[in-house]
């Protein structure tokens, strides 16, 4: 569903994300790791079609993202980092704008919303004013838009940061069941979620690949290395050192 | 256009303008609006001691001092909020061209407009009522009005799509405004082509004829002139394609 080659992202002299490639398909969950600053936000938004990229191809479905966006875009749903929304609407206007522009209007726009509203638990606060939610609420109604479309591809950037252990267990658990007929990516710095949730994952530093694999395969990568935590800190760097 | 450009459009413009009113701003602009397209017309312009009640030089005279900083205030937002919330990232990831997004989000500014513009009716019903006015120069009035207020917008459209500061771009955007209208005044001009030598007043006119100004009060005399129609719209296609080029380079 998703084939990446050759990615690469300059800002000015700064190569942020360099000569990335992975394929993700339907019932696959793969795993962006990574210290702050790795690459995987201006990756996920280069897949996205938000960055243009340096060099590299994208594919969507078999879409070229670079040649025929919007079309690429249609099977996409993203939950950009900090899950940004319109903070004068409602739960469910906000909802229903985004179904909107994706095609989904009348009687199937109320039913798309319903579902989602059931998906993240958010039925309780369907009618508050996105301003007042409390974060957990935010977070979960920026997902909801992201899959409002039933889409074929997730994108999820750090889908479960600043959520309360409850949230971040219903988080994972949604994206695991979603895995079985989707192909989706998201990142985290939560090592514990790549158990949880993945059935692939990558790591990434200073915006090049450095491992690839299943989460067993990538415990053993070190020798000596007994946990994924351990194997995290032995191959990337932190900010610090830079 | 496909049918799903034009669905795109209207989802972006329903959402822009319904948001207009949910914000105390715009009322208060509203009013403010009011009170300044009334108060300069019967207290500065001597409306009411004016022996023909023409209306181009009263009621359509102050429009543009009101546009320079009232159209940056409705539309400062257009771009800015969407950079500051971040939910620029979101439309940009959706299926649709930044065009349609645009001119959405344009059209919906400018409805806001037209409803400002069409509560200063009262004037002239007043005008109908104290004489019987040309209507020529009341219908080009407008029009002139609603394309300066216009232009006005589309200057700050583009502005907001390069900041993410609301302030910034009012600020900004009405300094752009000042001097787009400016460097049009019959006085200012014609004190510069005096000062300068005389082989330059060509292009001192032509750096004029550029302004909003110029074409402002052709209209507002009765002329009704297609150029002056299509400059404002030049001036709005101009703007939106540079609003085009600077949401592109947040995203390069
Ligand atoms: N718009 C931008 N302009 C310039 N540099 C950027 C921009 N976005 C990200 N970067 C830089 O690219 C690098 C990767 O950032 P990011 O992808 O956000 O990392 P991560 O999501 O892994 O924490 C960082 O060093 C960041 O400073
Ligand atoms: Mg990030």
């Given at each position: 569903?998703?084939?990446?080659?050759?990615?690469?992202?300059?800002?000015?002299?700064?190569?942020?994300?360099?000569?990335?490639?992975?394929?993700?398909?339907?019932?696959?969950?793969?795993?962006?790791?990574?210290?702050?600053?790795?690459?995987?936000?201006?990756?996920?938004?280069?897949?996205?079609?938000?960055?243009?990229?340096?060099?590299?191809?994208?594919?969507?479905?078999?879409?070229?993202?670079?040649?025929?966006?919007?079309?690429?875009?249609?099977?996409?749903g993203y939950l950009p980092e900090n899950a940004p929304l319109y903070s004068d609407m409602t739960v469910a206007s906000f909802l229903g704008f985004c179904a909107e522009v994706r095609g989904i209007t009348g009687?199937?726009?109320?039913?798309?919303?319903?579902?989602?509203?059931?998906?993240?638990?958010?039925?309780?606060?369907?009618?508050?004013?996105?301003?007042?939610?409390?974060?957990?609420?935010?977070?979960?109604?920026?997902?909801?838009?992201?899959?409002?479309?039933?889409?074929?591809?997730?994108?999820?950037?750090?889908?479960?940061?600043?959520?309360?252990?409850?949230?971040?267990?219903?988080?994972?658990?949604?994206?695991?069941?979603?895995?079985?007929?989707?192909?989706?990516?998201?990142?985290?710095?939560?090592?514990?979620?790549?158990?949880?949730?993945?059935?692939r994952a990558m790591i990434i530093d200073r915006g090049k690949v450095v491992a690839d694999g299943t989460p067993e395969s990538l415990r053993k990568l070190v020798p000596g290395c007994a946990s994924l935590d351990e194997v995290f800190r032995s191959i990337t760097r932190s900010d610090l050192e830079k | 256009?496909?049918?799903?450009?034009?669905?795109?459009?209207?989802?972006?413009?329903?959402?822009?303008?319904?948001?207009?009113?949910?914000?105390?701003?715009?009322?208060?602009?509203?009013?403010?609006?009011?009170?300044?397209?009334?108060?300069?017309?019967?207290?500065f312009g001597r409306f009411l001691d004016s022996d023909n009640a023409s209306l181009t030089?009263?009621?359509?005279?102050?429009?543009?001092?009101?546009?320079?900083?009232?159209?940056?205030?409705?539309?400062?937002?257009?771009?800015?909020e969407e950079h500051r919330l971040g939910t620029f990232e979101l439309l940009m990831t959706m299926p649709l061209s930044p065009w349609q997004a645009i001119v959405g989000k344009?059209?919906?500014?400018?409805?806001?407009?037209?409803?400002?513009?069409?509560?200063?009716?009262?004037?002239?019903i007043t005008v109908s009522w104290l004489g019987s006015p040309d209507p020529g120069p009341i219908i080009t009035g407008y029009v002139a009005s609603y394309l300066y207020a216009l232009g006005c917008l589309a200057v700050t459209s583009a502005a907001s799509a390069y900041t993410r500061s609301q302030v910034v771009c009012f600020i900004v955007s009405v300094a752009l405004c000042i001097l787009l209208t400016l460097i049009g005044y019959p006085g200012i001009v014609d004190s510069v082509v005096r000062t300068l030598p005389g082989s330059l007043e060509g292009l001192v006119r032509f750096v004029s004829y550029l302004s909003f100004m110029d074409h402002f009060y052709e209209m507002t005399k009765g002329i009704f002139v297609i150029r002056d129609v299509l400059y404002f719209i030049s001036v709005i296609v101009v703007a939106l394609i540079i609003t085009h080029l600077g949401l592109r380079s947040k995203r390069a």
């Open positions: 569903m998703i084939q990446v080659q050759n990615l690469r992202k300059e800002f000015g002299a700064k190569v942020a994300v360099d000569n990335v490639s992975f394929t993700v398909e339907k019932g696959e969950v793969l795993g962006f790791l990574g210290p702050n600053g790795a690459g995987k936000s201006t990756s996920m938004r280069m897949v996205t079609g938000y960055f243009r990229p340096t060099s590299g191809s994208i594919k969507i479905g078999g879409i070229d993202m670079l040649e025929s966006p919007e079309q690429a875009k249609k099977s996409i009687a199937a726009k109320a039913k798309a919303v319903d579902r989602v509203l059931d998906l993240c638990f958010l039925h309780r606060v369907r009618n508050q004013s996105v301003d007042t939610l409390s974060k957990g609420y935010r977070h979960r109604t920026c997902f909801a838009q992201s899959i409002i479309h039933d889409p074929d591809v997730l994108i999820l950037d750090e889908p479960t940061d600043g959520l309360d252990p409850n949230q971040k267990h219903e988080v994972r658990q949604l994206i695991k069941n979603m895995g079985k007929s989707k192909a989706i990516i998201f990142s985290t710095h939560i090592l514990e979620e790549v158990d949880a949730a993945c059935s | 256009m496909k049918n799903s450009d034009i669905a795109n459009t209207l989802a972006i413009f329903k959402r822009e303008f319904l948001s207009y009113f949910n914000s105390p701003v715009l009322y208060v602009i509203v009013v403010i609006y009011l009170l300044a397209s009334m108060g300069f017309t019967f207290f030089q009263t009621f359509f005279f102050w429009h543009p001092w009101i546009y320079i900083v009232l159209a940056p205030a409705v539309g400062m937002r257009l771009w800015s344009f059209v919906a500014a400018a409805l806001v407009w037209a409803i400002g513009l069409a509560l200063t009716f009262s004037i002239v």
